[in-house]
């Protein structure tokens, strides 16, 4: 809110959530701490988000990047239904989607159809740059 005060502009949006099931949320919230810090316009659905109200807010919030997080083993399987059904509502067409969580491994994240996998909060922040074009 301090960047957008000042005039600063936004580098692009980021929409992020949790998905069904989980309700583990420390990583996101460092997640979007960052995003924010660099620029980003965040969108935070939080957690124990079902797949609609994904498919939802990307059609509501158009976002440039699409970050889905699941934290137990149980619940990675819902990051291909979410991308999934992004997919069969149109709404993949020049969006990035990123993956990520404890449990979740780059071979995890791209199996599931995810652009890219979130490694950790910096590797996240640097991802959604390269996805917008910033340095």
């Known amino acids: 809110p301090v960047l957008v005060s000042s005039?600063?502009?936004s580098h692009g949006k980021f929409l992020m959530g949790v998905v069904e099931g989980d309700l583990h949320d420390?990583?996101?919230n460092i997640v979007k701490a960052m995003?924010?810090?660099?620029g980003f316009e965040v969108v935070d659905l939080g957690v124990d988000v079902p797949v609609e109200k994904f498919v939802e807010a990307v059609k509501a919030e158009k976002p440039d990047i699409l970050g889905i997080g699941a934290y137990m083993s149980t619940t990675?399987?819902?990051?291909?239904?979410?991308?999934?059904?992004?997919?069969?509502?149109?709404?993949?067409k020049g969006m990035k989607i990123t993956a990520a969580g404890v449990c979740v491994?780059?071979?995890?994240a791209l199996e599931s159809g995810a652009d890219a996998w979130g490694g950790d909060a910096m590797h996240t922040v640097n991802l959604a740059k390269q996805y917008v074009g910033v340095n």
């Open 76 to 92: 990675m399987g819902q990051l291909k239904e979410v991308i999934d059904a992004v997919e069969a509502a149109g709404l993949r």
């Open 26 to 28: 420390l990583g996101k």
């Open 35 to 38: 995003l924010r810090a660099n």
């Open 105 to 108: 491994t780059e071979k995890a």
């Open 7 to 9: 005039g600063v502009k």
